[in-house]
């Protein structure tokens, strides 16, 4: 690991960083004689890398050498994570598609089937929302879930829905394959910690403020829980610009399959918060690498509580998963789709 301290430090500021450095098993040797860059050679754990940088001596760690996070891609194969019927990374590509929110439980399982028969392996549906005004739906909590068991009972396809706080990630777990932790929540650590206790799949979303750096390391906090079932979410981020309702970071997404092992999708609904730029987006987010999709779905928008303007039509998500097979194909990946209703291409 190689450290640059801040410059001129007495010697009673410097001698944390050593000891710290002794403690952890680390030989340390300056590189300059302002004592300005210190080499630390040992072995690396994922957690040294922030002890060194929580003190205040410490300017920078410029290089973790060893001390690799344990997101970070240091040549290993894609983790490869599996979730119902999906798997995402590895080569595989999944199609998650749904409503915003759990509402009709008759409309709930007429897309379940529909999405599922055009190759979704899961089917998205928020039974608790995170809304943006208190007065908005928030969804339908409990209801909502039984109303998810029920569409999975029904056609067989996997659940993914959202966890919004660490005191429901229980009950939320009894139906989900898969948890959803919202771009709201992204920098919520507790909740982090309490899904990284479980064994269970997690979709981490990207909070629209976050940098990259951000959004891998409160992976790590669920990873660091021994949770190794991450997938990473690029929804968008914030930006100057109104014409869509979040700018879709494909360039993150390329970086982050070279950056991490962890799988990446894209969700082109909440980057362009309009319908007629859903397919394009996800078209962008697949050439950039992603390793699958979260459509919003619904064959009237005009009827839902949340995100409607945003929702694209069945016919449509139909499309988008044709586009993801032949874009897949273009660097010898493959989507896995929904069984037996069509078989893996
Ligand atoms: C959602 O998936 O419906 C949602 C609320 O997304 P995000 O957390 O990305 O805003
Ligand atoms: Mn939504």
Redesign the pocket.
Known sequence: MLLRLQKGLPADQLEPVLSLARELGYRTRFLDERSEFLSLEGPGRPDHRARFEDLCAVKSVLDAGDAKERHERDGRADTVVRAGEARFGGGFLSMIGGP?AVEDPVRLIEIARDVRARGATLL?G?AW??RTSPYSFQGLHEKGLELLAAARAETGIGIVT?VLDPRDVEVVGEVADMY?I???SMTNTPLLIEVGKTRKPVLL?RGPQATVREFLLAAEFILAQGNTQVVLCE?GIRSFDPTTRNLLDVGAVAHLKRATHLPVIV?PS?AAGRSDLVRPLARAGLAAGADGLIV?VHPDPSEVHS?GSQAVLPQTFGAIVDDAISIAALDGRRVVLAQPLRAAL
């Open positions: 915003c998205r928020g929302k995170p959202e959803q919202g771009a709201r979303k929804r969700d909440h919003e995100d």
